[in-house]
């Protein structure tokens, strides 16, 4: 194969690079809006201002859906951990609504009881998450049920 023909090969070849890194960078930036609308969205659950709270997740939802816009075309950048930790923000800004704002709808039961070593340690599967993602996991039906 003469050089020449390898030229164009190599154009394309760095195009499709370019634009993978471009939407990499915008999934960077992306994620970062995105968890700091969550924070937000969760700060204003916990003093109870159910306005901005209200606002805040349709933001989130509008962000949420833009970052995905943006790598759907690119379904290794999905699995990354800053993609995966920004949705994972919206998921508890979510949960944490919903058990704030319409506790009687979730069956909802902390898990803490004094022992005789202090209070009782989470399970092993939620000692990596945060203490309300993990309350969220215990709290979800194992069936469904018509709310």
């Known amino acids: ?6 030229n164009p090969i190599a154009d ?3 195009d ?3 634009a993978k890194n471009s939407a990499r960078d915008a999934t960077i930036s992306g994620s970062r809006e995105l968890i700091r609308f969550c924070s937000e969205c969760i700060r204003a659950i916990h003093r109870r201002d159910w306005d901005v709270a209200e606002a805040r997740l349709a933001t989130i939802r509008e962000a949420r859906d833009a970052l995905l816009a943006g790598i759907a075309g690119y379904p290794d950048l999905i699995y990354t951990g800053y993609t995966r930790d920004a949705l994972k923000e919206v998921v508890e800004a979510h949960a944490t609504y919903a058990a704030r704002r319409c506790p009687d709808r979730m069956r909802w ?5 004094p022992t005789s070593m202090g209070w ?7 000692a990596a998450s945060s203490s309300t993602s993990c309350a969220v996991l215990k709290a ?4 469904p049920s018509a709310c």
Request: hydrophobic share 25%.
């Open 120 to 126: 009782r340690k989470p399970p092993p599967s939620c």
């Open 16 to 18: 499709v690079f370019t």
């Open 1 to 6: 194969m003469h050089p020449d023909e390898l």
């Open 140 to 143: 979800i039906p194992k069936k």
């Open 12 to 14: 394309s070849i760095r």
């Open 109 to 113: 039961k902390w898990k803490r009881r």
